[in-house]
């Protein structure tokens, strides 16, 4: 008879796992390219200098995908010394304020990746010669992903608890 002490953890959705796993791909791939750049700059006095190329591209991406993670998880940075202070009529006015003034953020960085996707595929990246745009989707994807965060948060009323513990 096997017993499992382990308490067992929900599955995450499908979508988060992809979204990690794209994030690990990513990460492994900036450090394959830069590890290999550095054994070469300084072993051989030469580089690939399509590695510089491809380890910032992954990180924009990595960058965005992991905002996007972060936001779903609750993890963003908070700031509630006045939220904590007040009311909680005041406290769910600032909620509506916060999540209004996010969206309109969101709604301009998207329009605006938007446009420099737009433009980004008609210009080509200088080494490789991948369009530009592909690094301008990675906001676009960002925007398009805090968006669905702010839904969410506006249906339930409340933005997602983080598992992480708060400094006093």
Known sequence: ??????????KKPLAKRLAEGL????????????F???VLRYVFHTSIVSYEEIS?????WLVAVGAIVAAFEGSHLG???VTSRVGPGTRKALFWLSQFLIAACMVLLLWGSWEQVV???NSYSTVLGYPLAL???????LAIGMLV???RDVLRGAPAESSETSVE
């Not at 499992?4 to 953890?9: F, V």
């Not at 994030?23 to 394959?32: D, F, N, Q, S």
């Not at 910032?56 to 924009?60: G, T």
């Not at 690094?135 to 994807?141: D, E, I, K, N, R």
């Open 36 to 38: 290999v750049n550095v």
């Open 149 to 151: 965060v702010v839904v």
């Open 23 to 34: 994030m690990v791909l990513a990460l492994a791939g900036m450090v394959i390219a830069v």
């Open 119 to 121: 433009a980004g595929w």
């Open 79 to 81: 700031f509630d010394m």
């Open 1 to 10: 008879m096997n017993h499992n002490n382990k308490a067992e953890s929900p």
């Open 135 to 141: 690094g301008a989707a990675a906001t676009l994807v």
């Open 56 to 60: 910032r591209l992954l990180f924009v």
